[in-house]
């Protein structure tokens, strides 16, 4: 919309110039070829006769009209161009404070995901989501490598890394499994993790 205003502006202006221009020719013209310097005082008393001097006198006025609706004019098409100028620095503003925004958001998820060691000791005092983390196949797998953790746990106690979420983040911690069933896990000192929080074992 301000593109065609400023475009419409730009037309009346040249408009403008072609009336000035068209106005001063005849002004000069009138002049030159039918006023002369002494007798000018006659031209204007006997006009009627010499209407060419009124012609040039309009042309004037219309020529001194045409400047002032030009210069006009030139300060609408400026003011046009600066807002649209600060409508572009806005959004420029706006798409930055948005490009920020995700950044900021992205960096939480990230963190969000990413696993914190925790010491075994202290699962005890966490607390646990009620919903399981994985999908029926995924969880399929996690049943597999749980059963393969407690065989390595018991026969040569072996250690694995066991992934798992809490209401508040992703934990993880390097210890032997000594015993799992279908609800928990279990390890050395009486701790359990259920097993519906572990998304992750890496043996």
């Keep these: 919309m301000e593109t065609i205003k400023s475009n419409s502006n730009s037309e009346i202006k040249a408009l403008m110039i072609l009336i000035g221009l068209t106005a001063a020719f ?8 039918h ?9 204007i008393i006997d006009f009627a006769t010499h209407h060419y001097f009124l012609m040039g006198f309009i042309s004037l006025i219309v020529m001194l009209v045409c400047l002032k609706v030009y210069k006009s004019l030139d300060k609408v098409i400026d003011r046009n161009y600066d807002k649209n100028n600060l409508i572009g620095y806005t959004r420029a503003k706006k798409k930055r404070r948005m490009l920020l925004s995700l950044l900021e958001n992205t960096y939480y998820q990230a ?10 000791d202290n699962i005890k005092e ?9 999908d029926q196949e995924s969880a399929l797998e996690r049943k597999a490598n749980l059963e393969k953790a407690v065989m390595l746990g018991n026969a040569i106690k072996h250690k694995v890394k066991i992934f798992f ?3 508040h983040s992703n934990k993880h911690v390097e210890t032997t499994i000594w015993h799992a069933d279908e609800r928990y896990i279990s390890l050395k000192g009486g701790i359990t993790i259920p097993v519906r ?7």
């Design 126 to 134: 966490l607390k646990f989501v009620e919903k399981d983390v994985l």
């Design 197 to 203: 929080s572990i998304y992750k074992i890496e043996i």
């Design 35 to 43: 006023i002369d310097p002494l007798n000018m005082a006659d031209s």
């Design 165 to 167: 979420k809490d209401q």
């Design 26 to 33: 005849i002004l000069i013209v009138s002049i030159v070829l």
């Design 111 to 120: 963190q969000k995901l990413r696993s914190h060691t925790i010491d075994k």
